[in-house]
């Protein structure tokens, strides 16, 4: 006979899941709730679980046939042999998204395109910080890389930092290595690809960022302002950036020390004001002010398709928004290559466009 309360939790990990379509989302609402695994004692008297469910754990709940009645004898599966806990067609519905999703992961992995530092980024305790999401009340989706020891309840063990937003470390990360890069190393590759084939591990301190990279991948004589460098046995370089944490509306921030943010950064006036103006259109078309585009453009007197290449700059993501407040924005960013092409309205895809614009340059 199973246990009331279990049986409701693992009803709701299933309801959740069918609902929300990713275990990393489904994790993240699990832990705000409170919700922890199955306390069990030990032969020994050692009290185990209580912490959070880990996502491998979620997906083994998931693809367990136990819950739908279901039991495994040899190589048969016995269908009704018990009663069940989830709905029969429910199990088999999450078990479908379940494959579908796996196949896409497999993709993403191999691409890189889970998170650009995935499997890349640890934090100075040595554990992997993987990438995870949020949303926002918009359904707005939110990045971040967070340690497995704080996902695993372990925050004793957790290094000095975290978590962080995938934005915030992608970008300075790309923005030291990229530019120093020897032009002829895997020249032919997307910006991206050529990041992560140069690093070999990246880990993430309170103080200091230090960069592994791979033989050959700078070239001779080629130094990251501000970093020091200490070759390996095997010629790949270590560079110890030493940075500072900054706090901003509830974003963490990545300075190096002894660069300003005023130095030797570039404001382009230009780009900027193309940023605000899209953001007041956009308020604009929001609060009815105008009933089109068209209407708007008449107004402004501009070409309605200029306004239409310049509008979608409103929903730049505030890393990105930050970076040309900032002057830190790639050199090769102008307005004229920001919108060369249609600037796309996925967070990720926006960072990838600068990534690839600070590669030209």
Known sequence: MPNPAEAETVRLIFERYQALGSIMDLQAELRRQGVRSKLRTTKTGTIRGGAIITPGALRGILMNPVYKGALKHKEKLVEGAHEAIVDPA??????????????????????????????LLKDDHGHTMRPVHTKGKTGQRYRFYSSVALENGKRDDVGSVSRISAGVIEAFVSDLVMPNLSPIWQATLPGDERLRAALVKVTLGETQIRMLMGKGTMAGGQT??????????????????P?????????????????????????????????????????????????????????????????????PLAYMAPDLVEQIIEGRQPQALSLGALIAKPFPTDWEQQRRVFMAIGAVG
């Open 224 to 241: 990251i302002t501000g970093a020091e460098c200490s070759e390996q046995a095997d010629g790949q370089l270590e560079w110890v950036v």
């Open 90 to 119: 429910l199990w088999e519905s999450v078990n479908a998204a379940l494959q579908t999703r796996s196949g896409s992961l497999s993709d993403d992995k191999a691409k890189g395109t889970s998170g650009l530092l995935c499997g």
């Open 243 to 311: 940075v500072q944490l900054k706090h901003r509306h509830n974003a963490t921030l990545i300075q190096a020390i002894g660069q300003s943010p005023s130095s030797a950064n570039r404001i382009d006036r230009t780009l900027l004001r193309s940023v605000a103006m899209a953001r007041r259109w956009a308020a604009d078309l929001r609060s009815g002010r105008y009933a089109s585009s068209a209407d708007l453009a008449k107004a402004e007197k501009l070409c309605v398709r200029y306004l239409g290449q310049v509008l």
